[in-house]
């Protein structure tokens, strides 16, 4: 410690910043100082949780309608990722749940790049907040704001409660801000840093600068292990713009103002590791989201760091015709200029890399593609059905839209499986060994889908969610049951009808025809299910299938009744395979009304 500080003297002695003498240091100061800092993150951290599981509660049916209706337009999808980042206030968020959307089929990689553009040009709100500081007393709206959410939220019920939450996180987000800024030493009036950590800090910065483009990678670097650090590219932003204009970059105003964009490119890049890790647990598709987030943001990097020089000068000339109530006071150097400054240059960067890249969206996936090859397994069908991500983000209610889709995905994966049965059983002269192997896989793959959605499901359950949502998940689960057996039913007609083929059974003209019309009634009753999969069945829709399973049950009980009589004077094992049809398809309608029921109750209510 005593080292540094002599160092330090020797280096940058026209700094007056640093001690022009030995200091003994007390210990406690700095960790005193440290917990401080810590404590404001916190509360900011904190009440950005809060504030975005409240408007996510309070406007979640809005957010998943906005995400699934981003596609087929890459514009649209840059919109979309800047409306949602917006409202969730957390890029990390808003990539992690496309890379679920991709990883269940709901987006495409084309689609899933334009959201993730957008999602980058949301986070940049958060600079513009943290520059606000020092002109606006943020501490003087946020305890009022606080005050007026805290009993909405324990007093109301329902949206209101939620409304009540996102106030809550929304006073604690600025109250953060406003404790960062009077909890992180001022240095810029030239006063001494006391503590050892500090002056550490302030001389591995005077190492770090005045070394051209060498400076902007290493700084560019501390941004990359900054965000990290704190996992939240928006806690990191305001670590760095609060830093820069307290005083800890320097007091050169332009050359902080460089050292701070640097650290913002820097956390450009360390936020797409968020969604990188989300997606360790998923499919081929999501991992491409994911390279494809880190890969645009890379980009963007590099870039900028080519003409880093002359675009800083440009924003830095911008920043000084900022209107006369947002400018420094004499004393603080300029520290305004500073934080606006880093505002102007993250979101016009942004802008610049979206505008510039968004016409080589399917370059940039078609690249990915090749980062992230297909795996054999994944074509054969092995663990290719990780339909929903098991290291789940807590993202609250927006993880539920993850399940849901999930359940969307199972029901048409179910729908093809009985088409495959129809398939076999209307091809007696072809070999069906292929076919019969690869329904034997989808119904292997279906028990995985059961079992994945249900664990994530129970997972889900834990979080903070609406007593809405937490029937919601109890009814879905029943669902993925319900499909499961309908999987194993479906497998069990095609084994049925294998056997009877390989033992060369045939069926009479009459006994094909009566299976072809129970066949139709049962698919019918099943495609019900996936036109109307967790939605609010209309009940002339549930009353329909209803009539279709007591259709259904009356068939096989006439059917088997006709078999029974046959016995007597023809083939005994062609009748009981006969008979067992029936009685499967019989199970399947069941069973397809129990999802229809199920669903309908399972459908979160509208927003």
């Not at 009440?47 to 599981?53: A, F, I, P, R, T």
């Not at 299910?529 to 007591?550: C, F, G, H, K, R």
Request: aromatic fraction near 8%.
């Amino acid at each position: 410690m005593w080292r540094f500080c002599h160092i330090n003297l020797q280096l940058k002695p026209e700094i007056g910043l640093i001690h022009k003498h030995y200091i003994k240091h007390n210990p406690m100061d700095s960790i005193v100082t440290i917990l401080k800092i810590l404590g404001a993150l916190g509360v900011f951290l904190f009440g950005m949780k809060v504030m975005s599981e409240g408007v996510q509660k309070f406007a979640g049916a809005r957010m998943r309608s906005a995400l699934a209706s981003a596609t087929g337009n890459r514009f649209k999808g840059v919109l979309t990722g800047l409306f949602t980042t917006s409202l969730v206030q957390s890029s990390s968020a808003t990539t992690v749940l496309v890379v679920s959307f991709v990883n269940v089929g709901l987006l495409t990689l084309v689609e899933s790049i334009g959201v993730i553009m957008g999602a980058n040009l949301g986070t940049t709100i958060t600079a513009w907040i943290v520059a606000s500081i020092g002109k606006f007393s943020l501490a003087k709206i946020a305890v009022p704001i606080i005050g007026v959410g805290f009993p909405i939220f324990f007093i109301a019920k329902g949206k209101m409660k939620s409304f009540g939450e996102f106030m809550v996180g929304f006073g604690l987000l600025f109250l953060g801000l406003s404790l960062l800024k009077s909890e992180v030493p001022d240095l810029k009036s030239g006063v001494k840093a006391d503590e050892g950590v500090i002056a550490n800090i302030q001389w591995w910065i005077s190492i770090l600068s005045n070394k051209g483009y060498l400076s902007y990678i290493l700084f560019m670097i501390g941004g990359i292990l900054l965000t990290l650090i704190v996992q939240s590219s928006s806690a990191a932003m305001a670590i760095t713009i609060t830093c820069a204009t307290q005083g800890w970059f320097g007091t050169d105003a332009y050359e902080v103002f460089k050292i701070s964009a640097a650290v913002v490119l820097g956390e450009n890049i360390g936020t797409t590791v968020t969604a990188w890790l989300a997606s360790l647990g998923a499919g081929t598709e999501a991992k491409r989201a994911a390279r494809a987030h880190f890969m645009f943001n890379v980009i963007g990097t590099v870039w900028m760091l080519i003409v880093f020089p002359l675009f800083a000068a440009m924003v830095w000339n911008i920043a000084q015709h900022l209107p006369e109530g947002l400018k420094s006071a004499k004393k603080d150097f300029g520290a305004s200029e500073v934080a606006f400054a880093t505002a102007i240059f993250h979101t016009t960067f942004n802008l610049i890399n979206v505008f510039a890249l968004i016409w080589f969206v399917p370059q940039i996936a078609s690249v990915v593609q090749k980062w992230v090859p297909s795996k054999d397994s994944e074509d054969s069908g092995k663990n290719r059905l990780r339909y929903v991500s098991q290291n789940l983000v807590d993202l609250g209610e927006l993880n539920i839209v993850e399940a849901e889709n999930a359940v969307r995905k199972m029901s048409a994966h179910t729908n093809e499986m009985y088409q495959g049965f129809i398939n076999v059983f209307q091809s007696p002269g072809d070999d069906l060994s292929s076919e019969v192997s690869r329904l034997k896989k989808m119904e292997d793959e279906a028990d995985l889908m059961m079992q994945d959605i249900t664990e994530y499901l129970v997972k889900c359950s834990a979080h903070d969610i609406r007593e809405e949502q937490a029937a919601s998940i109890t009814k879905m689960i029943r669902v993925v049951a319900e499909l499961e057996e309908i999987t194993d039913t479906i497998y069990r007609l095609v084994k049925l009808v294998e056997r009877k083929y390989n033992k060369d059974h045939q069926f009479t003209e009459h006994q094909t025809k009566r299976i072809g019309e129970m066949t139709s009634v049962a698919g019918q009753a099943l495609g019900a299910v996936d036109n109307y999969i967790l939605q609010t069945v209309p009940p002339e829709v549930i009353a329909s299938v209803m009539t279709l399973e007591n259709q259904t049950d009356s068939m096989r009980k006439s059917f088997n009744k006709e078999a029974i009589k046959r016995m007597a004077e023809g083939d005994i094992k062609v009748e009981m395979i006969y008979m067992d049809i029936n009685n499967q398809l019989e199970s399947l309608a069941n069973h397809t009304l129990n999802v229809m029921q199920a669903s309908s109750l399972a459908a979160p209510p509208a927003s």
